[in-house]
């Protein structure tokens, strides 16, 4: 039997894996901190509760599971940020706040880039409980994508790009 058959689990794992693995952990490190200190300048409550679903159901559980991966490989982790205090956003100054349509295009824009990160450890990883794994937190990140869509276009803070005009037929002479 050869070193990658058998239980994957007991594979070691390669080094664009094990890269691309803690690399997605600073982000999602970074991305914690950073979502628990856009709460204290959501005003809206839908956005409010979408942001504290996907601290509790996505970004806390990606940490936890990639922790562990790279800790049953003896890979070392990254130094987290602290978690931030809550605040009161009427104790942030108006010019120092960021608005409900800056925090909902922001976390669009964190999803999107998620999705691909998610998707480029799925095609380099030989461990199948690696790209599993990417594979769950995908689906994952897709759904609350299409949640904060919905969201998004509920409130008016969708900005299309130039939206596609029907074109005429073009006139045979």
């Known amino acids: 039997m050869g070193v990658l058959s058998g239980n994957p ?6 080094y664009g894996e094990v890269f691309g693995v803690w690399s997605y952990l600073v982000g999602a490190q970074g991305m914690l901190a950073g979502y628990q ?9 839908d956005l409010r509760k979408f942001l504290e679903d ?3 159901n996505v970004i806390k559980p990606e940490i936890e599971q990639t922790q562990t991966l790279l800790k049953n490989n ?3 982790l990254p130094p987290a940020p602290p978690e931030r205090p809550g605040a009161s956003l009427e104790n942030i100054p108006a010019g120092a706040r960021f608005t409900d349509p800056e925090i909902a295009a922001s976390v669009s824009k964190d999803i999107a880039a998620g999705l691909v990160a998610c998707s480029q450890m799925m095609g380099q990883a030989i461990r199948e409980d ?5 594979g769950q937190f995908h ?6 994508g299409a949640t904060l869509l919905r969201i998004n276009k509920e409130k008016g803070w969708l900005i299309p790009p130039p939206l ?4 005429r037929e073009p006139v045979h002479s």
């Not at 689990?9 to 390669?14: C, D, F, K």
């Not at 200190?37 to 409550?45: A, F, M, P, R, V």
């Not at 690696?130 to 990417?134: D, E, G, N, S």
């Not at 689906?139 to 609350?144: E, I, P, T």
């Open 9 to 14: 689990q007991q594979e070691p794992m390669h």
């Open 37 to 45: 200190t856009l709460i204290n300048h959501t005003g809206d409550k």
């Open 54 to 56: 996907t601290i509790q």
């Open 74 to 76: 003896g890979v070392a």
């Open 130 to 134: 690696v790209a599993l794994m990417f």
């Open 139 to 144: 689906m994952k990140k897709a759904q609350y």
């Open 164 to 167: 596609q005009v029907q074109a």
